[in-house]
Structures are given as structure tokens and as C-alpha cells.
């Protein structure tokens, strides 16, 4: 890998607000019938959004030209979706280098000549009245992945395919993918500068927050846990050397960034499988990341081994939010089969997290937001309606 470009600090007028998510309500406040807390705007550090539900980052594998750069189709469907209500949508997983794609078809920020292609997908979010956020990446042992872009979905890619080595915290498989190379401290220390650098360019990009994805085995969930992780340097062994890079990135992206972005960790509160990361981690790493300028977590859970028999169920990774957030004192997002309103409304009212993250809903329903709207009993004038939409309004007692 060559050497990272170094870019220097934004400078801001703005002062470092606090980090803990603010409203113009508190999560006692009891929900009045025209504004249910769900539709309550949230200020994290300097950056509002107009809602709490929220689009979590999910791969599309739609980079047609296999250069990082996307298209016709990221727009229409991340635009589609602010037009349909969501307050803040993340960006599917952006690679920070090539190596660190989970396929040829992923987005990527790890050149400049890349920020220009996501301007006109963030002015399209922002038109539409959404905050545009975005989840950069690298998958580690589980890079080099087929897709049905190029016709080998769910395989590792082979050499003729387009396929790479890839790298690790240590050189153990994740199932039948090939074995990868441990990495170097050097490389380490280049792929942290690559984290830089990619968050830079999204905030040159337009995008109002980051999010550093630390989930579902991909490299830096790989160095988090023990299972995936056995190193005997810094980077390895206890808890915190285990934390070690992702923590250095974070200080990194946070002295790229202006003081007024919030800056998102995405993690995967447990594996679902004995001696793996838990939740008692989850919360001792959440005050960690907090104490380091972390504005809000993303909880997920699982992804760092292959056949985990996980319970799912809706809302199966709520109470996992809810420990972060209540135990370390940080903003959370909750995600995981939240499909219906009130269920969403309910994780709210009961503090078990800041915002929701509906995901495969929204795949379904671009205009999930404007129909929980109308089957909360929110009045149609106080829906955040696009005015060439309003002739289509849900209308109260319509299906759901």
C-alpha cells in the first residue's frame, strides 16, 4: 500500500459542542398526538436532524464500473428516501482503500478524484430535507467477495475473477474464504491514515456526519474481538490493545473533521456465540469511544463468524442499544426487524435509544416515514410531505 495523501484540518468558527444528542424534547417528555417523539428533531454536536428515524447504511453492490464512484442508481435510491421522510440516511459501506471493499462493486472515498461523484447525491438528500451521513469501511478478511454485479454472489473472488488477498488482525479464515495476511504495524498505521483521509473527503463531499464502521467482521470488528483477533503486540491481547485501532482512527477522523461534525461508530454488540465480544464490551468500549469524541453508536450485533444461529426477531438488538445508552451515557441508534410505528415509537418513548434505524423495511417502502406519520395520527399539514407528493397522503384509517 503506498502512502496516504495527508490533509489538513478544516477550520470552524464553531465551538465543540457536547457530544450527548440534544432535542427540543426530552425522552420523559410526554408525546403529544400532533408530534410523536419519533417525528422530534435531534441535534447531535452541530448537525440536526428532522427526525429519528433514520436509514442505516446497507450495501447496494451497484458500483457498476467497479470504481468506487457512485451512480445513477445510489441516487435515485438515497434521494427517494429523503423524498420519503427519513431524517438522517447513512450511506452504505464506503471503502477507504481498494483492498478494503467487501466487492469490486462497492462504493469507495479512497481517492480525491472520487468526491465529486457523491456531490450531487448529497445536494439530491439535502433538497429533499435529509441528513446526509455515510459509513466508511474496510472488510478485512471478509474483502474480495462476489456480488450479483458480477455474476458470483456469496462467494470469495478468485484470482481470474478479480479477486485479491486480503488482510487481517491475524491470518485466520472467516469460514471457507481464503486465508488472509496478518497485517504489519506499519500497515496498520496506514490503513488508520486511509480513515483520515476518507472522512476528509466526505466532509468535502457535503456530508454532515461520519460514521466509522466497527460491525459485522469486517476489519475493525476483526480487531476488536478475541475470537478473530490474536495478535501479541499493541494491537492485541487485552480489551484495549484490542481497541487500539479503531480508537486511533477515531482521533484521527476527529482532528480531520470540523469541530461542529458528529462522528458515528457502528459495532457489533455480540457475536451471539460464548468467549466472543458481548455487551459487557460493548458498553466498556462505548465510554471509551465517548471519552475520544464519539458522538452516537450504532448498534448492531453479529457478522464476525460464519453459521451463528442468532434469534431473530423483531427488535431482537434493541435491548443491546439500550445498554450502551443508558450504561455509558451515549446517543444510540437501535436496528433490527423495526418494522412497524409504534413498535419505533415505543423504543423511543421508553429510552431505549436516541433514533431508529429502519433497513429492510425501507427497502420495501421508500415512504416509511410519511405512512408512520399518518398511522401515529400525526394532522396531514404537520407531515413533512414534499409538496409534489401531497396529493397521494395517507389518509387515517388507510391499510398499513
Not at 450527548?20 to 408525546?31: G, L, R, V, W, Y
Not at 490474536?230 to 486511533?248: C, F, K, Q, T
Not at 410519511?370 to 398511522?375: F, M, T, V, Y
Amino acid at each position: 500500500m503506498g502512502k496516504a495523501k495527508k490533509h489538513t484540518k478544516t477550520s470552524t468558527k464553531q465551538s465543540k459542542t457536547s457530544s450527548k444528542a440534544t432535542s427540543s424534547t426530552s425522552m420523559e417528555t410526554p408525546i403529544s398526538m400532533e408530534t410523536p417523539i419519533l417525528f422530534e428533531p435531534i441535534t447531535i454536536r452541530g448537525t440536526s436532524a428532522r427526525n429519528r428515524i433514520w436509514l442505516p447504511p446497507m450495501c447496494m453492490y451497484s458500483v457498476t464500473a467497479c470504481d468506487g464512484r457512485p451512480t445513477d442508481f445510489h441516487y435515485q435510491h438515497y434521494v427517494s428516501r429523503a423524498l420519503g421522510g427519513f431524517g438522517l440516511i447513512i450511506v452504505e459501506a464506503t471503502a477507504v482503500t481498494p483492498e478494503g471493499r467487501i466487492s469490486p462493486c462497492d462504493l469507495g472515498l479512497w481517492e480525491d478524484g472520487q468526491i465529486g461523484a457523491y456531490r450531487w447525491i448529497v445536494d439530491g438528500m439535502k433538497r429533499a430535507g435529509a441528513t446526509p451521513a455515510i459509513q466508511i469501511g474496510h472488510a478485512g478478511r471478509k474483502a474480495s467477495a462476489g456480488c450479483f454485479g458480477i455474476g458470483v454472489p456469496g462467494e470469495a473472488l478468485a484470482p481470474s475473477d478479480g479477486g485479491w488477498r486480503t488482510v487481517a488482525p491475524s491470518a485466520i479464515a472467516f469460514g471457507d474464504f481464503p486465508e488472509p495476511r496478518a497485517l504489519t504495524v506499519d500497515e496498520i498505521h496506514d490503513i488508520e491514515d486511509r480513515f483520515r483521509d476518507a472522512a476528509w473527503r466526505a466532509q468535502e463531499a457535503g456530508f454532515e456526519a461520519i460514521e466509522i464502521h466497527a460491525a459485522h467482521g469486517y476489519l475493525l470488528s476483526e480487531f476488536l474481538d478475541p475470537l478473530t483477533n490474536v495478535r501479541d503486540d499493541e494491537y492485541g491481547g487485552s480489551p484495549e490493545n484490542r481497541a487500539r485501532m479503531l480508537i486511533e482512527i477515531v482521533d484521527k477522523v476527529r482532528g480531520v473533521v470540523r469541530d461542529d461534525m458528529p462522528v458515528f461508530v457502528r459495532i457489533s454488540a455480540t457475536d451471539w456465540v460464548e468467549g466472543g465480544f458481548g455487551a459487557d464490551d460493548a458498553v466498556t468500549l462505548a465510554k471509551t469511544l465517548k471519552a475520544h469524541g464519539v458522538d452516537l453508536v450504532d448498534v448492531s450485533t453479529g457478522g464476525v463468524l460464519p453459521h451463528v444461529t442468532i434469534p431473530v426477531r423483531p427488535g431482537y438488538q434493541v435491548s443491546f442499544a439500550d445498554r450502551v445508552r443508558n450504561e455509558a451515557g451515549i446517543a444510540t441508534t437501535a436496528v433490527g426487524l423495526i418494522t412497524k410505528p409504534r413498535q419505533a415509537l415505543k423504543i423511543l418513548t421508553h429510552g431505549q435509544a436516541d433514533a431508529v434505524e429502519i433497513g429492510r423495511a425501507a427497502l420495501r417502502e421508500p415512504y416509511w416515514p410519511l405512512r408512520a406519520a399518518a398511522k401515529l395520527g400525526m394532522p396531514r399539514e404537520c407531515i413533512d410531505y414534499p409538496p409534489q407528493l401531497v396529493r397521494g397522503a395517507w389518509r387515517d384509517g388507510e391499510q398499513w
